[in-house]
DNA sequence: GTTGACTTTTGCCAACTGGCGAATTATAAT
DNA sequence: ATTATAATTCGCCAGTTGGCAAAAGTCAAC
């Protein structure tokens, strides 16, 4: 459908499900839609519909009509749409940083941020310091 | 396909293309969807897909996504919070933590494990100590 | 009534979506 | 290395979508 695609949705599908992470099996369980025809999705040799989106994008810590939008069913800046993270383009999360942090309870992954935070803000006095 | 639909959806679009009015025709061109679809789409023997609600939902003077609820490809509200449902099986990474960790290079996500594992067998010594 | 233009419906068809089961490929475990 | 097991991909299929062209159905002027 879009022949300039490169299948971005495809592939930025498959970079949420496995960062999560989840397998394709596991998220056919959640959202009810094969996982043959997922595994396709993401490769981009099927387009899914409205209705697949809708059912993955929950499972996929996507809002309900994020997907919409970027699979070109809804224009970029249609109403509602939070503007939410914009990390899309952004950097990725290595696979398997993904699947050591997803196994500690999320108030250990929150602290594992707060405690990288702290160690930037340093980094950044040293480098000041340095500076001078 | 629904059975008891009443076709509520078809009825509309009929209903809102007469009072405007346009013929199919018309409303063809305007949206590039075949006459023959659109009246079969408003009688009800076809459904319309996301690509075709959008074509035809500013002609007809509705908001982009607003078919879309109406056909129930987007819930009438959809809700903002993404935080609502998680937890399904174990392991689950909090997207707020993806979203910033991936920010980093992967260097420094490697590096943020690396002190977590760290910090976990000092815990784990600490707790043995304790529990002498 | 008949002709004419216009609108809607129908017959048929190609293309696509999405599911199921088998085959293949990765991942552990012994 | 070999086997077991989980994950992904492939082959094939039924069901739908949506377009084109031809067939009705409508309505006016004549």
Same mark, same amino acid.
């Not at 309900?64 to 503007?83: I, K, N, W």
């Not at 939410?84 to 942090?101: F, S």
């Given at each position: 459908m879009n022949t300039t695609s490169k299948n971005e949705l495809g592939e930025l599908l498959r970079q949420e499900r496995v960062k999560i992470p989840l397998t394709l099996q596991q998220l056919s369980d959640m959202s009810g839609v094969s996982p043959s025809h997922l595994g396709r999705t993401e490769r981009g040799d099927r387009f899914p519909s409205a209705g697949v989106l809708r059912k993955i994008a929950k499972p996929l810590g996507? $809002? $309900?009509d994020e997907l919409f939008t970027l699979a070109g %069913?809804?224009?970029? &800046?249609? #109403? @509602?749409?939070? #503007? @939410? &993270?914009?990390? %899309?383009g952004g950097g990725r999360l290595d696979p398997y940083v993904a699947k050591v942090l997803a196994q500690e309870p999320v108030e250990v992954q929150l602290s594992v941020i707060g405690i990288l935070g702290m160690l930037k803000s340093i980094a950044k006095g040293v480098a000041r310091k340095e500076a001078d």
């Amino acid at each position: 459908m879009n022949t300039t695609s490169k299948n971005e949705l495809g592939e930025l599908l498959r970079q949420e499900r496995v960062k999560i992470p989840l397998t394709l099996q596991q998220l056919s369980d959640m959202s009810g839609v094969s996982p043959s025809h997922l595994g396709r999705t993401e490769r981009g040799d099927r387009f899914p519909s409205a209705g697949v989106l809708r059912k993955i994008a929950k499972p996929l810590g996507f $809002e $309900e009509d994020e997907l919409f939008t970027l699979a070109g %069913y809804l224009s970029p &800046q249609a #109403d @509602t749409v939070s #503007d @939410t &993270q914009r990390n %899309y383009g952004g950097g990725r999360l290595d696979p398997y940083v993904a699947k050591v942090l997803a196994q500690e309870p999320v108030e250990v992954q929150l602290s594992v941020i707060g405690i990288l935070g702290m160690l930037k803000s340093i980094a950044k006095g040293v480098a000041r310091k340095e500076a001078d």
